[in-house]
Structure formats: C-alpha cells, structure tokens
C-alpha cells in the first residue's frame, strides 16, 4: 500500500454550539489562504441563510487548507464541518464516508451531550482515528478534567477499542484562534501558545495519509450533490483509487446495479472556500465534477475498462413523520408567485430526495399529499421552511412516529433525552414528563444550582414537549434529545391540556372581539388579520375546543355610552413560529405555511361536521 504523505482528510464532530464553525472559521484564517483573501466574515461555512439565522450547521460542508511544516513540505488539510444535531444524522454519516479521521469537540463546561454521543458513535463505528479538543477553556463555569474524565467513560460506554481510546488531548479556545497541549486552569486561555499550530501539528500525526494501491483501477465514491448555474449538478467525490482526468469517459455504477459510460466535462478542487478548475486528481483528493446529471449519492466513477463498485452509503432509519401536501384553505393562491398545484410540491420533493439521504416520501391515499419521513421534528421543519422562503405554499400535519412490529407487536422510538436546569425546577420537569411515560435514568448535581437530568422518553412524548419545558423553566432551562432505541408501544398520551379557539366565520379580526375573548385564552391573531371558518386564532384555558366569533364587531348608536371613556387594554398576541405551530397541533389539526404567514387550522374547516364527529365519539366512548 502506497501513502500520500502531502494530504489529510479530517471531519470536525461536535454536539449543538460546541464551536465547529468557529474552528474551522480559525483555522482558515491561520490558513495560507487567508491572507490573499483579506478579511473573513464570521461562521463562514455556515453559507445558508437558515443556518445563520438559527445558529446551527444543517449541511455538511468541505474546505481545504494548505498548512506548512516548520521543517517539512507543505500539506494540503481537508476538514469536512458537519452538523452536531441529530436530526441531521445522514450529513454526518455522509462526511465520515470522505475522511480518515475525527476531530471530536466538546465544551469545557457542557461536557459530552446526546449528540456528542451520537457523533462519536458513528466516527468509532467507522474505526476511525480521534483527537479530542476541549474547547471553551476561557468559560467562567469551565470544568476541564472532568469533562475529559466524562469524555473518558463515554468512549467506554460506546465500546472504543484500546487504539480509540489512547487520543490526543488539545486544550483550545476557537473563538480567539488558540490551542495547546497543556491543561489550563478552568477558566483561562492556555499561556503557552498564540495560535493553532498545536492543532495543525496533532492532525499530521494523528490522522493518518489516504492509502491506496499502485495501478489499482479507478474508484470514486459520491458523497454529496451540489450545484453550478454554469455547470449544472455537481458531484462531490472522495477518490479511493486510481486517478481521475478532466474529459476521461469513466463508469458510472448506478444504485439499481447497472453501469453505463459517462464523460467528466469539468473537474473541481477546493482552495480555501473557493473551487478551481484542475486537470487530474488522485486517492485521498475531494473534488467536484461535472457533466453527469442524473448521478446519485453513494454511487461510484470506477474504471472504463474494470468497474468496481464500492458499497453503498447507508443511513440510521427515519422516526418521524407528517404528512406533506398542498394548500387546501380558503386562503390558498392569495400570494402573488406562489406554487400552489400538486406537481409543483412533489417536483420539489423529488429534488429533496436526490441530496437528502435520511428522507423518505411515501404516498398517501390523497393524489395531492404524501408521507415525509425522517429523523425528526427539526429536519422535517427544515424543510418545510426551505419549500416557504422559495414560494410554496402547503399544508403540513402533526408529527407522527414511525413505528416498527417486532414479533407482532408495535414498537414506537424512544429518545434519550438529557435536561439542563436549575434545582428550583425539578419537581416541575418531573411532573411533564412523568405523564408523557418518562423514566429517570441519572441525576447529576454539579453543587453549582443547577441539575443535569437524563430520561428516556417515547419520542411521541416529546413532540410539544419543548414549549411547555421553556414555560415552566422560565426561559433558563436546556434540553437536548436523541434517538436510544424501540420499545413496545407506550399507549395514550396526553401531552396538550388545553383546547383550541376556532373561529367560527370568516372575515377580519377585530380588537372589540379580541378583547372579549382574550379572558377565554391566550390569542394568536392581531386586529384585521383575516380568518376563516375553523381557523385556529387562540389557545383555549380549557381542555375542551370552543368555537368563537372573533370577527364581531361593536355596534355604533348615537347614545353616549357610561363605560365609553374606560380604556381597554388588548393583551399583545403570541406569535407562533413553524416549530411551535408543529408543535401545537392536535391530531385533527394542521398547519397552512405560505410565503406570507404561518397558520393553524382544523382538518375539517366545517364546524357542523365536527360537532357530529365529536358526539359520535362521545357516544362510543
């Protein structure tokens, strides 16, 4: 087996906010591209806009950084940040595919968390190399050995082999650009170093050189998908053997089994955040190429003359669904540009399908809606967020999980779900998730104030969980869940006390009605929103639906009223985003999202229809 001494390839894991886009933001900047580049935005791999906006990587992405020895050749370093939130498992699964090693992160005062578990147990599946960074060292709760000791039982809890578990530990603070091999004091910079180049160093000796054979026939693995307005789709490639030339006519190994003969019209290396146009590239090399519209994730470019496959990329089973399908409201079309028909939202789906891996869309019984599934409520509202902002409007049901049978009988997931909070509110949490048939696995108390909890939950249970769990921790408390296992079904849930506010008659919403009924609940709606007939504007104080008249209006006579100079106060609205809306409904509920707004609404609109089908269930029960 040969070695290529003059690159290595190394994905950044972490759980939620633990600094890999700021890591690698650091590392581009000490980078010898950086400075050819002038100055550079913060979280620059975090390009989408939704990324920006709610703080997290949602897709895998691969840069490329030219690092030169003090006393050696210069090295070319591809570092792949993928995202730390589980619902987005398939990008993660899909990096490890293109690397030879990890560089795990965790916090110096969160420790190790459910998606640090879930990222590591996927790089030790893989048998790949580990450096351990405990980033944030500078933070005043920072905890240092213990989160290494933590860190520690975890690799032994995932079964790490002896290899595994004999990494490297690097003390870094990624905000400022600095690491170290020495421990420093909880709540200090490390002082005996100014930059990365520990980090730089720890990587050439940790992660090992691509290997490959001498004269072995081509194989490339597709690993992503992306696009070029002048090129078309691209296809990111992780090259195993051989060589590839730009214009080489190569095979093309489908997922169905065939093979047919393509041509590469174009081939793309990453430099820093930009690719450029080369001639060849050979193992080990992460490149672009063009000219193959059709081409998959997990297929393979092998040699004309000898095609070998290599296996296909396979990903954790979904757990989530709902149900995906277009506008059915009164509403529906109002939005100039909007994409309304059924073959527009499956046309979008269908694209969805060719750069998402961990998705599934199955039909329905209904020709203009279907079956998503995946890995849960965040990815799913992902999506249906990407689809509003391009200007389609849907109709989108509660989450469901998926279920499996097992000997016959129905298993439904369950998650692990870890609590931070402080003490004052256990008796609270306990109580939520007690009745959504939670079990208590482990209690921690730092002595600091605040507990950190660790339960096993049905996933069904934590669907809504999140804003009940913010009320009653007001605002302080953080949770983090991830998929354990399937157990036998739990039975009914009840996980939302209170009924809903349903209008009865469309129109406009006015503040004479709205002040009328805001001692009924908690209003979703503002004055001269429009509405229509079983369109949900509030949440009721009661456990029981009320249909209401928020369209009334008051009634002008020439007679002087005695209360005409009171003043009455109007309570502001909750404003609910796509997450909450999700979140809230019911299993006779919906949510219509449109380019314009986001509303909730019955499944079925005729309030006559529902009085019957409530005392029809009445009368069963």
């Known amino acids: 087996m040969q ?107 969160e420790g190790p968390l459910p998606q640090t578990r879930f990222v590591l147990r996927k790089a030790l599946h893989a048998k790949l190399p580990i450096i351990l960074i405990i980033n944030k060292v500078d933070r005043p709760d920072a905890r240092i050995k213990e989160v290494v000791d933590e860190t520690y039982e975890l690799f032994l809890d995932l079964d790490a082999d002896e290899h595994q578990i004999e990494f490297p530990i690097v003390y870094a603070c990624a905000r400022d650009g600095i690491a170290s091999l020495t421990q420093p004091k909880d709540g200090t910079v490390p002082e005996d170093s100014t930059d990365l180049e520990v980090l730089f160093s720890t990587i050439l000796e940790t992660i090992p050189a691509p290997t490959y054979t001498e004269g072995a026939p081509l194989q490339a693995h597709v690993v992503n998908l992306d696009a070029s307005p002048f090129l078309g789709r691209l296809a990111l490639c992780r090259v195993h053997e051989g060589t590839i030339r730009k214009g080489q006519t190569v095979a093309w190994c489908k997922t169905d089994g065939t093979i047919s003969n393509v041509r590469i019209s174009e081939l793309l290396v990453t430099e820093g955040l930009e690719r450029k146009p080369a001639e060849s590239a050979g193992p080990g090399d992460i490149i672009a190429l063009a000219g193959i519209p059709e081409i998959m994730i997990g297929e393979t470019l092998a040699d004309a003359e000898n ?74 509202a992902i999506l249906v967020e990407q689809m509003r902002r391009e200007g389609y409007e849907l109709t989108v049901g509660k989450p469901q999980v998926v279920t499996r049978t097992v000997d016959g009988k129905v298993h439904e997931p369950v998650e692990r779900l870890t609590i931070d909070a402080p003490d004052e509110y256990m008796g609270a949490i306990t109580q939520l998730l007690s009745t959504r048939k939670g079990r208590m696995q482990e209690l921690i108390n730092h002595g600091t104030g605040w507990l950190r909890m660790e339960w096993l939950v049905p996933a069904r249970g934590l669907i809504g969980f999140r804003t009940e769990f913010l009320t009653e921790t007001r605002g302080t408390g953080i949770m983090h869940h991830l998929y354990e296992d399937h157990e036998p079904w739990f039975g009914e849930l009840r996980t939302r006390q209170n009924g809903s506010l349903v209008a009865d008659r469309a129109g406009a919403v006015t503040g004479f009605a709205m002040i009328n009924l805001q001692e009924r609940g908690q209003l979703f709606v503002e004055p001269s929103t429009e509405v229509y007939e079983g369109m949900i504007v509030g949440e009721n104080s009661r456990e029981d639906d009320m249909d209401v008249n928020i369209t009334k209006e008051k009634k002008l006579t020439n007679m002087r009223a005695a209360s005409a100079d009171n003043t009455e106060r109007l309570i502001p609205p909750r404003k609910l985003s796509l997450e909450q809306a999700l979140e809230f409904c019911r299993e006779d509920e919906c949510v219509e999202v449109t380019p314009a707004a986001v509303r909730i609404r019955k499944v079925e609109l005729d309030q006559t229809v529902r009085g019957r089908a409530a005392a029809r269930r009445k009368h069963q029960q």
Not at 77 to 86: F, K, L, S
Not at 308 to 314: A, N, R, S
Not at 320 to 346: D, E, H, Q
Not at 348 to 377: C, F, H, M, Y
């Open 3 to 109: 070695t290529r001494t003059d690159l290595r390839n190394v994905a950044i894991i972490a759980h939620v906010d633990h600094g890999k886009t700021t890591l690698v933001d650091a590392m581009l900047r000490q980078g010898s591209q950086s400075h050819a580049r002038g100055e550079m935005a913060d979280r620059v791999m975090d390009s989408m806009d939704l990324e920006r906006e709610k703080g997290i990587t949602i897709l895998a992405k691969n840069t490329a950084i030219s690092y030169r020895p003090a006393d050696g050749e210069p090295v070319t370093i591809n570092i792949i940040d993928t995202p730390g939130h589980a619902d987005f498992g398939g990008e993660v699964e899909r990096g490890l595919t293109m690397v030879d090693g990890v560089a795990l992160l965790v916090d110096a005062s």
């Open 307 to 380: 095609p070998i496959p290599l296996p296909l990329i396979t990903v954790d089973e979904p757990a989530i669904s709902m149900v995906l399908g277009t506008n059915t409201s009164p509403l529906v079309g109002r939005v100039k540009g909007a994409k309304v028909t059924a073959r527009m939202v499956k046309d979008r789906l269908d694209k969805e399908l060719i750069g998402n891996v961990s998705l599934r869309i199955l039909p329905t019984d209904r020709p203009d809606a279907w079956e998503v599934q995946g890995r849960g409520e965040l990815a799913l």
